[in-house]
C-alpha cells in the first residue's frame, strides 16, 4: 500500500534540526586542506621553474612569493600542512579502534584545531 503521508514528511535530517558535528566539520577540513595545499605546492614549482628559466622570469615569481599575497598563501599552506597531518593522524588512531567515542572525537576534532594553528605559529617563527 502507497504511504500517503510520503509528500509531508521532513528528510532526515532536516535542515532544521541538523546541527553539523565537530567531527564531520573536521573531516571536511582535512579534505579541503588537502586540496589547498595544491595552491601552495603550485606556487613553490613555479617559483622553482621560473628559476630554470631565466633572471628576469624568476624575478617575477620571486616578487609573487615574497609578496604579502605570496607570504599569506604560504602561511595559510603551512596551516593547512599541520591540518591535513593532524587529521591523517587522528585517522590512524580511530583506525586502531580507539577514540571512537563522540565525546573524545570532539576532543580530538578542537585539538587538530588548536594544536595546527600552534604549531602553524611556531613553523613561522623558527623559519
Same mark, same amino acid.
Given at each position: @500500500?502507497?504511504? !500517503? ?17 565537530? *567531527?564531520? $566539520? ?6 579541503? *586542506? ?10 613553490? !614549482? ?9 633572471? =628576469? ?6 616578487? !609573487? ?30 583506525? *586502531?579502534?580507539?577514540?571512537? =567515542?563522540? =565525546? ?7 585539538? @587538530? $584545531? ?11 617563527? $623558527? !623559519?
Amino acid at each position: @500500500m502507497a504511504d !500517503v503521508n510520503r509528500g509531508n514528511r521532513p528528510l532526515s535530517p532536516h535542515l532544521s534540526i541538523y546541527r553539523p558535528q565537530m *567531527t564531520s $566539520i573536521s573531516s571536511i577540513f582535512v579534505r579541503i *586542506t588537502g586540496t589547498g595545499l595544491l595552491v601552495g605546492a603550485l606556487l613553490v !614549482v613555479w617559483w622553482f621553474l621560473s628559476a630554470a628559466t631565466s633572471p =628576469e622570469y624568476f624575478a617575477v615569481a620571486d616578487g !609573487v612569493i615574497t609578496s604579502w599575497f605570496g607570504d599569506l598563501i604560504m602561511a595559510l599552506s603551512v596551516w593547512a600542512l599541520w591540518y591535513h597531518a593532524l587529521g591523517g593522524l587522528r585517522h590512524i588512531y580511530w583506525d *586502531t579502534g580507539r577514540g571512537l =567515542e563522540i =565525546e573524545f572525537a570532539e576532543k580530538l576534532g578542537l585539538v @587538530m $584545531i588548536v594544536l595546527s594553528v600552534v604549531l602553524t605559529v611556531l613553523t613561522l617563527l $623558527i !623559519v
